[in-house]
């Protein structure tokens, strides 16, 4: 045989080896160059395509291990409709993974579907029962499951060889080890990323530490502490601080971004530097790194952890500008260049150099900035908010988070990125565990269903996880400048229970609005002044929050923000979702009124079908802001919600046959 020949027979086996189709596989982030995102606990669902000629009985099953290990384990497969599979796995490790996908013909399952057709049909199935016998030899012959295998054989041996082998039981077996032909293998180990349950099901509250002391005065990481409990007993479990580092002097910023400051101000913390320090460091008036770790000790004493604001900002008084002056962006005169967002100026902030002229990263400030992360998870926190990620290179933030996540698995990476669709989701690929979202800007029944059926229903759910804040320091949403007390209230149940996690800037309990004219800029903002705020002032919302916050604690169909589904409510002005966990058969059903300022009576249906009921059925029903139990009769009801009494109702659905509890 010549060269030429042996090379086109070992081409032809390998093209023949591949018998089965293996198509359309769920989820792949762009053909496998990014990571899925998966949760420690949480079920993992991949799908895919898959069949192969004639019409036998083919056998399929999810493999995945450890990314740095050799050995695979195996999930079975099961087949859906128009040959799509789907298997659900559990990954209880934080930390990357890879999976694929082995299909096969089945022997066995062929076997068993075309003898239970001939013995159904009467006909003598000796033949049959004899391949069978052989299908399990094979089987033994393999060494695989073997005690169990023998004492099938055993079985068959002592007679009625047709019923043994049709024994469900011996079907479940063999359908486990049972001779698989023509095994095929997906070319492509995908990746996937698996977080702690924080990444994907978190509630984060926003301060700035100093505005924590007592009135007109400077709060320190001590005051902080003071507060914990206060933020606890509202449910969060992120308490989340705007930048505490050393503020520059240079050009600082005056009450409400004035271009001049007197002397009494204090500045924007995200004008980052002086001469006491930089971004690893603390601003002397909050105190000391000794206070910081304190305040981090404490807060896991309430179960709260501790997210830092990384705003790669650099003030003129930046320590690195002389230390390290090729660190920052020049103009063509050797003048170094502020930060910019035409026709805006950032004069108290300058801007780092990513890239070097030849295009080659600027490899000492990139090491720098992973060590000022690993700096600060060394001390506890592993959650951090990252201030505009979308003006920094993707490669940078990809070879950042990974890093760090070498070092610190659980660390968790919030992009605060208001920016462009393909942007933001690019952000959640390189590796961010949350992102900011359009939420602020979706008030009407239509924007809301477009933008929830996106996150939840689109590829983007793999990797892109929304944290829905209601509210930030930089943006005072004009809904929230019209609404009053009760469009604080919805959009706080919108966002908690729309989203995995939410998030609010403080302040937002107290219904605060006040804002700059025509601008969505607060009036008198904090990010350039204390601010001292009365926490029992009337017309507060914390009895909302708690109310969400426990139940996003207790009803296990609130964590999976991917199980969303919106149901019928007839009036635009109100929103009906529901969330329903099938694991525990946890439903939740919401009517939220999304007009702040007139009330609504409407009918809606009762998803009875999803329970496997007729419309005229009956359900059991808890109403989860009052606690009382009664019944639902049928599919169709009323209801009147208006915005000063009941803005929202919350119900739980319970199935038939189910306890209360």
């Not at 009147?640 to 189910?658: F, H, K, T």
Request: some cysteine.
């Amino acid at each position: 045989m010549s060269v030429t020949d042996r090379s086109q027979r070992e081409s032809l086996a390998s093209l023949a080896a591949h018998r089965m189709a293996i198509e359309a596989v769920s989820p792949e982030v762009d053909a496998g160059r990014f990571a899925a995102k998966a949760v420690v606990g949480w079920p993992f669902e991949v799908t895919a395509d898959l069949f192969g000629d004639g019409h036998e009985v083919f056998g399929a099953a999810v493999l995945y291990r450890p990314a740095q290990a050799s050995d695979w384990t195996e999930v079975l497969m099961q087949p859906l409709t128009n040959d799509r599979w789907r298997a659900e796995l559990t990954v209880d490790e934080i930390g990357p993974y890879v999976y694929t996908i082995l299909a096969w013909r089945d022997v066995w399952g062929s076997w068993r579907r075309d003898t239970a057709k001939k013995i159904a049909a009467g006909q003598d199935v000796s033949v049959e029962v004899e391949e069978g016998r052989l299908i399990v030899a094979a089987a033994i012959a393999s060494d695989a499951d073997t005690k169990p295998l023998q004492d099938l054989r055993r079985a068959l041996k002592s007679g009625g060889a047709s019923d043994v082998l049709m024994r469900e039981e011996t079907d479940a077996l063999m359908s486990r080890v049972g001779p698989r032909a023509n095994k095929t293998l997906y070319p492509h180990d995908l990746p996937l990323w698996v977080d702690r349950e924080r990444a994907a099901f978190s509630a984060w509250y926003e301060l700035f530490p100093r505005s924590t002391g007592s009135e007109g005065q400077h709060g320190t990481f001590r005051t902080v502490i003071d507060r914990l409990p206060y933020v606890r007993d509202l449910g969060f479990d992120v308490l989340y601080f705007p930048p505490i580092h050393p503020i520059g002097t240079t050009n600082r910023k005056g009450r409400n971004n004035t271009l001049r400051a007197d002397p009494e101000d204090i500045g924007s913390p995200y004008a980052i530097g002086s001469p006491d320090g930089g971004n690893s460091d603390v601003h002397p008036d909050l105190g000391t790194l000794d206070d910081f770790d304190a305040l981090v000790a404490a807060a896991a004493e309430h179960d709260l952890e501790i997210a830092l604001d990384i705003a790669l900002n650099a003030s003129p008084d930046h320590p690195w500008i002389t230390e390290h002056p090729d660190w920052f962006e020049r103009r063509p005169d050797g003048t170094i260049k502020y930060a910019e967002n035409p026709p805006k100026k950032y004069e108290d902030i300058v801007n780092f150099r990513y890239y070097l002229d030849d295009g080659k990263p600027n490899a000492p400030f990139w090491e720098a900035i992973r060590d000022m992360f690993v700096f600060w998870a060394g001390r506890g926190v592993l959650c951090f908010r990252v201030d505009n990620p979308h003006t920094k290179p993707f490669p940078f933030w990809e070879w950042i988070i990974a890093e760090v996540r070498s070092l610190f698995p659980g660390a968790i990476f919030l992009s605060e990125a208001f920016t462009r669709p393909k942007v933001m989701k690019r952000l959640a690929k390189v590796g961010f565990n949350q992102s900011y979202s359009y939420y602020t800007w979706r008030n009407t029944k239509a924007e809301l269903t477009e933008y929830l059926t996106e996150l939840t229903q689109e590829e983007c759910r793999h990797y892109m996880r929304p944290n829905f804040f209601v509210n930030t320091p930089d943006i005072n949403p004009v809904f929230l400048q019209t609404s009053g007390r009760p469009g604080f209230r919805t959009r706080a149940i919108l966002a908690a229970s729309l989203s995995g996690s939410w998030g609010l800037y403080s302040g937002f309990e107290l219904c605060e609005a006040a804002s700059l004219p025509g601008r969505e800029e607060y009036l008198d903002s904090e990010k350039y002044q204390l601010r001292h705020r009365d926490f029992d002032a009337p017309g507060n919302i914390k009895d909302d929050i708690r109310l969400i916050n426990r139940h996003r604690r207790e009803q296990p169909a609130l964590r999976d923000f991917t199980n969303l589904a919106f149901e019928v409510a007839h009036d635009e002005r109100v929103l009906a979702y529901s969330r329903h966990d099938p694991a525990t058969g946890n439903f939740i059903l919401f009517h939220v009124l999304i007009d702040p300022h007139v009330g609504a009576e409407f009918s809606f249906e009762v998803p009875l079908w999803k329970f496997g009921l007729v419309d005229e059925a009956s359900v059991e029903v808890q109403d989860l802001i009052h606690g009382n139990y009664f019944t639902w009769h049928g599919k169709h009801h009323h209801l009147a919600l208006d915005p000063i009494n009941r803005p929202y109702a919350i119900w739980r659905l319970i199935a038939p046959g189910s306890a209360r509890t």
